[in-house]
Structure formats: C-alpha cells, structure tokens
C-alpha cells in the first residue's frame, strides 16, 4: 500500500483549490466560464490553463471513484458501451443535425425528421441526455447541450466521434 493514500477530505481540498484557480485564470483574462450552454465557448488553448484542467480532472476524479466506490465505478465502466451505442445511433440517424443549436424539438418532431419511430427514437436521446449531451428541457421537448452543438456545428469533429 502507498504511504499517503488519498481520502475524500484531502481530495475535496484539491479540487476546491483546483477549480479556484482555474476561475481565477479565467477572470484574470476576462475570459467566459464553461457552460452546458450551446453557445459555450471552447476552452482556453493556454499551458496554464491546460495543467490546471489536468490537475482539477485528476482530483476530481479521484474524488469520484471514492466517493462512487468500486462496485459502482465497474457498474457504470461496463456500461458505457450502450452510451457509446446511442452515440453512434444518434450520429447514424443525424440527431445532432435535426435538433435545431438555437431552439428545441419535441419527440414526434424528433422521430420524424431523423426516420425513427418515437420510442427508439426517445430511448436514444435520453440517453445521451444522462451524459449531457442533448437536454430534456421539457417532457419530449429537447435541446442541444454544449457538447452535442459542437458535434452539430462541426463536421471534423462530428466524423471523428462517428469514427468510434
């Protein structure tokens, strides 16, 4: 065993003085915070801003698996083919296209414009709507996430996602 395991204190420390210092990068140069929003701005391409990304990552994740414990990370590790699965569905059938990036869409619009009956159709997205990727704003009535509009708005990155 390691001479200084981490614990949930130690590693909430981290992240709190992390994410502290990522705000204050991104005030000391005037720069939006990330959002869910559609209209979220990539994140800085700056060294400074990467290793604190890094770092705020790391020890959130650590934070995450304590906290989760091994039997739920396994549960949600092994499962991840299915998100990946209505990933690819949704990329197959022009999801990301047929949700308008500045409005919503309701289910029966949804299924229609991508050539899916409604309760495939709905399966998929909400399940990608767990992920953020997609929101259920309101019953059957979506709209894109700040992830799913970059994959709208972008064909390399909607290609290299599709790759998978």
Do not use: W
Not at 31 to 52: G, I, Q, V
Not at 119 to 148: K, N, W, Y
């Amino acid at each position: 065993m390691a001479a200084s395991q981490p614990n949930i204190q130690k590693l909430l420390q981290q992240t709190v003085s992390y994410a502290q210092q990522l705000l204050g990068f991104l005030d000391d140069r005037q720069l939006l915070k990330p959002t869910f929003s559609p209209d979220c701005p990539d994140t800085p391409k700056d060294p400074a801003y990467e290793a604190l990304r890094v770092n705020l990552n790391q020890t959130a994740n650590d934070l995450l698996l304590l906290l989760n414990g091994p039997k739920n990370f396994l549960r949600t590790f092994h499962t991840s083919a299915y998100d990946l699965a209505a990933c690819q569905v949704a990329l197959d059938f022009g999801f990301f296209e047929a949700v308008p990036v500045d409005g919503t869409t309701t289910l029966p619009e949804l299924a229609s414009a991508v050539g899916v009956d409604e309760s495939r159709a709905g399966s998929v997205i909400r399940l990608l709507a767990t992920q953020r990727i997609f929101e259920e704003v309101t019953p059957d009535v979506f709209c894109h996430t700040a992830t799913s509009a970059v994959v709208a708005r972008n064909a390399d990155i909607r290609a290299a996602v599709h790759k998978q």
